[in-house]
């Protein structure tokens, strides 16, 4: 993480702590934000902030910078290395998670953001020590080489299936309306999101193949 | 990244409240945190609306569709709403980006999200009038493959990235936003600006003003219709140039033709003149390419993009054979 602003401005600072103690402790007088019980009040720049993440089933307590993206909150804090830091930029997909079930770039998202979210990671796909569907179909596609942009892979594929079942439509799908089927070409286009730098790809899209045949 | 506040609103009301000069609105944040990170966005202040109730797609009693500023760019393209009346903004949205940023990014912030013109997007360049006003363009002597060939000015020549505001503009969107100072609703025409002398500004929002929604008005288009988008790999890459193209067909003939493109200008970019030579033609290859011409009269390129004039005029004229039907 970066050090300390430069120069943060003193009045602007000095407004922020104004609110934050007015908001927190409900004084109405020189309150412009009247926030409601639900909303999070404002913290200095630079402070850190308590925050409640949801991970794969279980809440966590977390006391950290609003700065810190849901990526590195969950390999730093939490001990959870499976996602991964490519780009950091979105542009990779090796940091994809599941948040209520959707897959999103977790470098792209603030942790704070992610309160009373549920988030799922690679370390959350395998239940009762028994590899998730999609997990074992890359096992036995070997659709990988080294492996570090496996787990956004993997994960990324998990959410392709749910989206071709509840018939979303992709940049390929000839008829918006039909339900889609995961032919190569589909789940090229669908998995597009996700880089992988060993050129892997005729692995990954076999293991995809056959997970959607066999969902 | 710099230190900033974070300060979640739950109300309209509260979020316009809490901006100001030195405080971003956060939604999905796929431009936004990535500004952050590279230092081009140094806001002090984040306050995160992703929780206001802004989030449905609805009928208006005119038979538009009304989009909540916060409906996600996937779930936008995939409701049954905008299939059906305006699959033409479902083809433009399935063409941006990757399935997991179209899960995060939002109507309204795809409407704002930034050029990426390199000598913007990378702090490094002294170089930029849009990122420090005052400073120069880098981009109009340097690499310009991917600007502007249109509307452009000797301050800017970046584009705008958005597919989905393309389809938005041919599809005559209106916007509306809530500020300090009430409501107001702006065509999508007069939403975003063109550079002109002050690049630093990409659309007409007034300060602490928040987009709640775009609203698009009943139309006969959904029939006629394409999105084009021409790039350098077959996905998830902005487009060097893109079209929306859509007609209303009737008789044989043109009754109404909406044509806006993408990657040629700093804002989508509507070509009236191409429509106004439709209007009443018969559909077929002399009239689409003599619109095709007139899309881009007054192009002027630079040094790398000269061929986005030639490809501009191609993929209108492939467009509206592809939305008639007889291409």
Redesign the interface.
Known sequence: MEPPPRDPASVSRRRFLIHTGALTTGIAAEVRLPMSEAAMPAQAAGGESEMRLRVNGQVHALRLDPRVSLLDALRDHLGLGGSKKGCGHGQCGACTVLVDGRRINSCLALAIAQEGREVTTIEGLAAGGKLHPVQAAFVAHDGFQCGYCTPGQVISCVAMLEEARRGDASAVTADLDAAPLLDDAEIRERMSGNLCRCGAYVNIVAAARDAARRA | ???????????I??AI??SGP?ARF?AG??NL??L??SEVERP???V?I?RLPLDRITETREGGVRIGALVPN?DC??HPLV??RH?LL??AL??G?????R??ATTGGNLLQRTRCYYFMDAAFDACNKRRPGSGCAAREGRNRIHAILGASEQCIATHPSDMAVALAALEAVVEVHGPRGARRMPMEDFHRLPGATPQRDTTLEPAELVVAVEIPPGSFARASTYLKVRDR???AFALVSVAAALDLRDGRVHEARIALGGVAHKPWRAREAEALLRGATPGEAAFDAAARASVAGARPYRDNAFKVTLAQRTVARALRVAAGIA
């Not at chain 2, 980006?97 to 940023?101: G, H, I, K, N, W």
Request: no cysteine; charged share 25%.
């Open positions: 990244m710099q230190p900033f506040a974070y300060l979640r609103a739950d109300r009301e509260d409240a809490a030195d956060l944040g796929t945190v990535d952050m990170k002090l202040r984040i995160d992703s996937a393209a995939n299939r059906e699959p479902s083809r399935l063409s980006a990757s399935p997991q940023l899960n995060m077959a996905s998830y």
